[in-house]
């Protein structure tokens, strides 16, 4: 298979250090990173006509995607500013 653009490292490459850890220690984190990563899939066979979808469909695994990504980008601000405390 080709490579998957949209990975979680090439959507926030500022946060891969944060992203490894917190997929380690936080359990609803590596979940979310997960459903992230399966959309992402889904969506990516799909616009490479492997498992293709009607337009509805896309839509909505488009913004799921967007959805998870927001929650993640949030929850790396979180970690982020937690780290930076003294």
Request: hydrophobic share 35%.
């Amino acid at each position: 298979m080709s490579n998957t653009p949209h990975k979680l490292a090439d959507e926030f490459p500022e946060y891969v250090g944060a992203i490894r850890h917190l997929r380690e220690v936080d359990g609803h984190f590596n979940r979310i990173a997960d459903e992230y990563d399966a959309v992402n899939r889904a969506i990516h066979r799909a616009e490479t006509d492997i498992e293709p979808v009607d337009d509805f469909r896309m839509t909505d695994m488009r913004k799921e995607r967007m959805r998870l990504k927001d929650e993640i980008y949030g929850l790396l601000g979180r970690f982020e500013a937690f780290e930076e405390q003294p």
